[in-house]
């Protein structure tokens, strides 16, 4: 599981047991417990689980996958990534679904 596929269960899990409990301090021991973490992750889990309307969307695990580029398709992938703000994963991953999507899914 990713890293944010695991905070975001985590949290999801964090705010199962503040429902159950309704006691901090409680719930803080519980997650540090199950969760195997530290107290201080425990109650900043807690706070954002207490704040939330709804379970988090848990996102689909990752992986690495290498293409090859052109020197200068990578350039203008890097500088457009950065002038977007936006990873590289991020903005690949979204122009990807974009190509799929208009084409149905069928490569």
């Not at 803080?28 to 417990?33: E, G, H, I, N, T």
């Not at 689980?49 to 709804?54: S, V």
């Not at 950065?82 to 903005?91: C, G, N, P, Q, V």
């Amino acid at each position: 599981m990713g890293n944010a596929a695991a905070v975001a269960t985590r949290v999801n899990y964090a705010r199962r047991v503040w429902q159950e409990t309704g006691d901090l301090p409680a719930a803080a021991r519980r997650l540090m417990q199950e969760c195997r973490i530290g107290r201080r992750q425990a109650y900043r889990d807690l706070q954002r689980a207490r704040r939330l309307r709804g379970p988090l969307p848990v996102p689909d695990a990752t992986i690495s996958f290498t293409v090859k580029l052109s020197r200068r398709l990578a350039r203008q992938v890097r500088a457009h990534a950065a002038a977007t703000d936006r990873t590289i994963s991020a903005l690949v991953s979204r122009a990807i679904s974009a190509q799929l999507a208009r084409r149905g899914g069928r490569g």
